[in-house]
């Protein structure tokens, strides 16, 4: 056959590309740490398909080029020098049309079977709630008297199923750690499940562009030994009645997103910044000038849309603190108010 | 004074033109449009309601530009039952350079047309890419506010489409009629129609940007898309009034390409750039309509409050509206349309191999036909962009396999283009490079592509930046090299002169090394966690020295661009002149001189071969000038 030493040569180099293009890829394709038990498995994945990529890479690649370097027009050729005279190959046709046709289905029932796994529901699993706004978390433990918090904190080991909604716009839950994403979406509730693996400390960023701060929509996820998680809720649930109104107030405006978009430190961010704020002057959109008083604060947080602050636009802020104040009091039987809290809390800002 | 005189004559000539018409027309229909809604709503005593009155000036806005620009006048007076000639050549009184700015019915012309505007586009859309490239050179906002950040990445992604789809256009227009041996397009009318409404479309985009920008991508998803500021509103138009070119400028090439072609052209004896087309014209008449569709839904949704997409909206125990919908309707589409964009530059890159290998095309039928499979597949696939949307889960299965089955038809073409060039005698001009570099790079958006397919590996990368490297690369694999490669292949056939091959070759080597470090660094930091479309990035990523190698690569590609289009007007008039068949291509439009002739071909031609059959002696594919038929 005319070709045969070309084809011989060509196999080699494909052997070789191959190998060189793995390990490449590896040098410069590296996945961040696995921290959960879905990781692990989805990894295997990932490694099939580089696998895969590094093959077919040097496949085509090497035919190319050895077609560049070897069936070139040399210099001693005639000018009106013609290449082979073949038009086709019915049989190597169907033979690239069935082997890529099996390693798709091959690849296709590899991820159908991980997906089941990695969304089958586990025994004794753990439910947390987020919640996304623009643009902060919220994490809600019902299991622990829907205490609500802006970290995600889970024990090592325990299957975890969280239910995410939004309360405004499409977010994102993604834990690059984990591997697993799944979107927030306004009205309706959806599942991702996670066990993790691995203690330490990680971010949940929005994946999902959400409007002016998508790219700051980022909360700490620390996973912690099982005693260190119970340690750490029963501190959390138990002491914040006991705190100090102000205190208190820091946590509130951490909690519920406030300080995504109003600074403590002078910074300009979507809203206002707090430092400084309280019994100021304050120009609003409208022209007139008011006092930032106790009425004008719990007005803003209420119906921000009320009285806009010159320079920064309305809708904006969420409008419905009223309700998720109410929820979050309920909690505490009413013993806190989170509305003095944050007050309380912006007064110290101004002292 | 002579100077002036001629200056004079240069801006009598262009203030008149069909293009300050259209924007000035476009402006006073805008203006009557808004005030009319505003003026009715203040006699009424209501509020002035300004989106409603910028919509009604939008919509009025791209009917005065096109009367003004003269498109519409013949349909309007076949309307009246007048009856109006076919005008042809360049228009009575005016320089030759003045058909390029009017309306004008010739496919060529309006080919060229497509072609310049295109490179503009392209021009804003990648400036507007360095910007905040370099604004994502380091972490820290450095010069840009998030907000013009967020607007300046959407503009950037729905102004590149519009760029290419009209690059897509250009060689559609240019190259299809005259492949097939057609004087013209089935419907020139329709033909400048579909031109120019793109000019008030892309007014609107632009001037999206600065009523306040948008920030939901090009993608436009509900909620944000309907709490989005004005900006969003007017992106959401322009969008959608693309969208009557697609359809208009398809329907125009499948029945050209149905009813004209030269005697003894059978389907398998077209140039392989026409069947990419056909199947590309395919896609744009059937798909267009339900991203125009849900683009219409918001828009109703932002006007009138009907919550399609608003699932906390729901009265008497009625369902209510969801979020996830619009998705599904956008990707019908969308995604579709990205064979839009690939399926003309593969044809391209099909077309050229064998006149460079001097060999046959290997597997004709299988690449034909394999380009039917992309866009057939194509329309199964489309939520495979949604996979961590909240869609039914297990949904998501079906569409994994339909997904991983684009690959099949793809391998073929990788295949047989491996068949063209084994055994040929290759040659490396600018144009060859270019499809050369093409395969090279669609290779990679190829690749990177089976493992967002397969669904547990598409939870880690869906909306990182490994999807930026995907599809950036399928769509300079798919279409800027091959558009690129089309450009100075078929120079000399427009203008009958040869562009500079070293500053070709210049263009190339910078362009694609450039191209490949872009792609891969993307693909890296994808990996490691860096979200998509996001103004700053965390230092803790490790991404940082990535992203400033991304930069560079990035500003390599703009300056050998503008390489390119230096090299391209410099050798406009000062080139040698082409000789006539400058590549010994066996393509009919090679066989005339060039520039084209006005209706191309002063005889028909007959088909009478192969169009690939170099290296068989004494075989021809078109006989030029056959013997009279006597009639």
């Known amino acids: ?351 | 004074m002579a100077f002036l005189r001629s200056l004079a004559r240069f801006l009598y000539y262009f203030l008149t033109s069909g293009l300050v018409r259209a924007l000035v027309g476009q402006t006073i229909g805008m203006l009557i449009g808004y005030g009319l809604v505003a003026g009715i709503r203040a006699l009424m005593g209501l509020e002035p309601a300004r989106e409603a009155a910028w919509v009604a000036g939008a919509f009025l806005g791209v009917f005065t530009s096109l009367l003004a620009a003269g498109v519409l006048g013949d349909w309007l007076r076949w309307a009246t039952g007048r009856e109006t000639k076919l005008r042809h050549g360049p228009p009575p009184g005016r320089p030759e350079w003045t058909r390029y700015l009017g309306v004008d019915y010739n496919h060529k012309v309006i080919g060229i047309q497509y072609g310049v505007t295109s490179i503009l586009v392209l021009l804003v859309g990648g400036i507007l890419a360095l910007i905040f490239r370099i604004e994502l050179a380091a972490p820290g906002m450095q010069f840009l506010t998030p907000d013009t950040y967020n607007t300046i990445f959407s503009a950037h992604g729905i102004i590149m489409i519009a760029s290419i789809l009209a690059g897509v256009g250009a060689m559609g227009n240019y190259l299809v009629p005259m492949m097939i041996g057609a004087s013209d397009m089935a419907f020139p009318r329709l033909n400048a129609f579909s031109f120019w409404i793109g000019v008030p479309s892309a007014m609107l985009l632009i001037a999206a940007m600065f009523v306040q920008g948008w920030d939901t991508g090009w993608v436009a998803y509900p909620p944000l898309s309907v709490r989005g500021p004005l900006g969003t509103q007017l992106f959401l138009l322009g969008f959608y009034l693309n969208g009557f070119s697609s359809i208009a400028s398809a329907i125009n090439i499948l029945v050209t390409v149905l009813t004209m072609r030269a005697p003894g052209m059978s389907l398998f004896r077209m140039p392989i750039f026409v069947w990419g087309s056909v199947a590309a014209s395919i896609i744009q008449f059937t798909a267009t309509q339900t991203v125009g569709l849900a683009l219409l839904m918001v828009t109703m949704q932002r006007l009138f409050g009907l919550g399609f997409f608003d699932a906390t909206y729901s009265v008497a125990g009625i369902p209510p509206g969801d979020p996830i919908l619009y998705q599904h309707l956008f990707w019908f589409y969308s995604h579709p349309v990205v064979y839009v964009f690939v399926l003309p530059g593969l044809g391209v890159i099909s077309e050229l191999l064998p006149v460079f290998s001097r060999k046959p095309l290997f597997g004709y039928k299988w690449i034909a036909l394999s380009s039917l499979a992309i866009a057939l597949v194509g329309f199964l696939v489309w939520s495979h962009h949604m996979f961590t949307s909240g869609m039914s889960e297990f949904l998501r299965i079906p569409f994994m396999f339909s997904t991983l089955l684009v690959a099949v038809p793809t391998g073929v073409k990788f295949f047989s283009w491996i068949g063209t060039v084994w055994g040929g005698k290759l040659t490396f001009p600018t144009p060859m490079l270019f499809v050369l570099g093409a395969i090279s790079v669609f290779l990679i958006g190829g690749l990177s592509g089976p493992i967002l397919g397969t669904v547990p590996t598409d939870l880690h990368l869906h909306d990182s930046y490994w999807i930026v490297g995907h599809f950036h690369a399928t769509m300079f694999g798919g279409f800027v090299f091959p558009f690129f490669a089309a450009i100075y292949y078929w120079y000399p056939k427009i203008t009958g002169r040869m562009y500079n091959e070293t500053l070709g070759k210049l263009h190339f080597w910078l362009m694609v090394p450039g191209f490949w470090v872009m792609s891969l660094g993307q693909m890296r930091i994808g990996l490691l966690g860096m979200r998509r479309r996001i103004a700053d990035y965390d230092p803790a990523l490790g991404v940082d020295f990535t992203q400033t190698l991304i930069t560079i690569a990035a500003l390599v590609i703009g300056w050998s661009i503008l390489i390119m289009l230096y090299n391209l007007a410099s050798s406009l008039r000062a080139a040698p002149v082409a000789a006539p068949n400058p590549w010994n291509s066996r393509s009919p439009e090679w066989q005339v001189p060039s520039p084209m002739p006005e209706f191309n071909y002063d005889q028909p031609f007959v088909v009478v071969g192969e169009p690939y059959d170099y290296g068989l002696a004494d075989s021809t594919y078109v006989n030029m000038s056959p013997a009279p038929t006597g009639d």
């Open chain 1, 1 to 351: 056959m005319k070709y045969a030493r070309h084809f011989a040569i060509v196999a080699v180099l494909v052997v070789v590309g191959a190998i060189g293009t793995y390990l490449l890829l590896d040098a410069i394709y590296a996945l961040p740490p696995a921290a959960s038990e879905e990781a692990v498995a989805i990894d295997g994945l990932f490694r099939g398909h580089f696998i895969l990529i590094s093959f077919l890479f040097a496949l085509v690649l090497v035919f190319i080029l050895y077609s560049v370097v070897v069936f070139r027009r040399r210099p001693e050729d005639p000018e009106d020098v013609e290449g082979d005279h073949f038009h086709g190959h019915t049989g190597l046709e169907i033979a690239w049309t069935i082997f890529p046709l099996v390693v798709v289905i091959v690849f296709g029932v590899w991820g159908a079977r991980l997906l089941t796994d990695i969304i089958r529901p586990a025994e004794e699993e753990m439910t947390v709630q987020v919640s996304g706004q623009q643009w902060s978390w919220r994490f809600t433990y019902p299991e622990h008297g829907d205490f609500t918090t802006d970290e995600l904190v889970l024990p090592v080991g325990q299957p975890v199923r969280l239910e995410l909604t939004s309360l405004d716009v499409l977010h994102s839950f993604w834990v690059p750690e984990f591997r697993v994403k799944q979107d927030l979406v306004p009205g309706q509730v959806h599942e991702l499940r996670i066990t993790p693996t691995e203690e330490g400390e990680y971010k949940t960023r929005c994946a999902e562009i959400c409007g002016t701060s998508h790219a700051y929509m980022i909360s700490d996820v620390r996973i912690v030994s099982a005693t260190a998680f119970d340690d750490w809720i029963q501190e959390s649930t138990t002491s914040i009645v006991e705190l100090e109104p102000a205190e208190r107030g820091q946590l509130w405006a951490q909690q519920f997103g406030c300080t995504g978009c109003h600074s403590a430190d002078g910074t300009a961010l979507a809203g206002p910044t707090w430092l400084g704020l309280y019994n100021s002057e304050i120009q609003l959109a409208s022209g007139e000038t008011v006092v930032a008083d106790e009425d004008y604060i719990i007005n803003s947080i209420l119906a921000p849309n009320d009285q806009i602050h010159s320079g920064f636009s309305p809708n904006i802020m969420p409008q419905n603190f009223e309700e998720l104040f109410a929820a979050e009091e309920e909690k505490y039987d009413g013993e806190v108010s989170i509305l003095d809290d944050l007050v309380a809390y912006i007064l110290t800002l101004s002292e």
